[in-house]
């Protein structure tokens, strides 16, 4: 069985300031992974994914992510924080191989960033 | 293109009634998801087709809730009767393809209040 646990239900940062999230992640298989966003009242949409190759994996909106296999983790980066990125952040793994394809998300990072 | 349609947006009912959400998945998606996303929580795997078969319903309750994809294309959630648990934002994904690397896009979702 897949599970996620994200770090912090909230985080708080100052516009300009580092943007760090954290995802930690179990997965009996090699797994894929991914970073979603979601806006009040709108659906998720996709930052990023890893699914094999480079680990370090760059997405929209200046957000980086960092797959460590050692670490179990994947961990969501940006440099300098931006008003609009407040929003809620999920990490979700899905299982790298089999037909089931749907997702298992950890239980959101609200990001607040102050201006 | 297009992306994911939902509706309705909003549905207020009371306990024991029945209710029905529609879902449009993008144009030649063939893997269909709905999740359940109960207020500070992450998006909970409800069911997935693939085409017009279930893949995935472990998760589903079936005594009360239902679903179907009769043409492949569009699907249609029903939850008879409701109870005050099921307040929840209802979203639906669609992906393309078989493998799971790929992406599932999000529609904006359908927000139920049981009363």
């Known amino acids: 069985a897949q599970s996620v646990t994200q770090l912090g239900s909230h985080v708080s940062v100052s516009e300009g300031a580092l943007v760090l999230l954290r995802c930690n992640y179990s997965?009996?298989?090699?797994?894929?992974l991914f970073w979603y966003v979601q806006y009040p009242n709108q659906g998720l949409q996709l930052l990023l994914k890893?699914?094999?190759?480079?680990?370090l994996v760059k997405g929209i909106n200046g957000f980086e992510a960092e797959f460590k296999k050692s670490e179990t983790s994947f961990h969501l980066t940006k440099p300098s924080a931006h008003m609009s990125d407040a929003a809620e952040y999920f990490c979700?793994?899905?299982?790298?191989?089999?037909?089931?394809?749907?997702?298992?998300f950890g239980s959101g990072t609200r990001l607040q960033v102050q201006p | 293109e297009a992306g994911v349609a939902q509706s309705p947006r909003y549905k207020i009912i009371e306990k024991r009634q029945s209710v029905a959400f529609w879902c449009n998945p993008i144009?030649?998606?063939?893997?269909l998801y709905w999740y359940q996303q109960i207020l500070g929580q992450g998006p909970k795997l409800l069911i997935q087709?693939?085409?017009?078969?279930?893949?995935?319903d472990s998760q589903l309750p079936k005594d009360r809730f239902s679903a179907e994809r009769l043409k492949g294309v569009d699907s249609t959630l029903k939850i008879q009767p409701a109870k005050l648990e099921d307040s929840a934002v209802y979203l639906c994904?669609?992906?393309?393809?078989?493998?799971?690397?790929?992406?599932?896009?999000f529609g904006d979702g359908t927000r139920l209040s049981i009363l």
């Open positions: 087709f693939q085409n017009n078969g279930v893949v995935d």
């Open positions: 890893y699914t094999t190759g480079a680990t």
């Open positions: 144009s030649g998606h063939a893997t």
């Open positions: 994904a669609s992906s393309f393809g078989t493998v799971n690397n790929q992406p599932q896009h």
């Open positions: 979700a793994v899905s299982d790298g191989g089999t037909g089931r394809r749907a997702l298992t």
């Open positions: 997965s009996s298989v090699p797994p894929y």
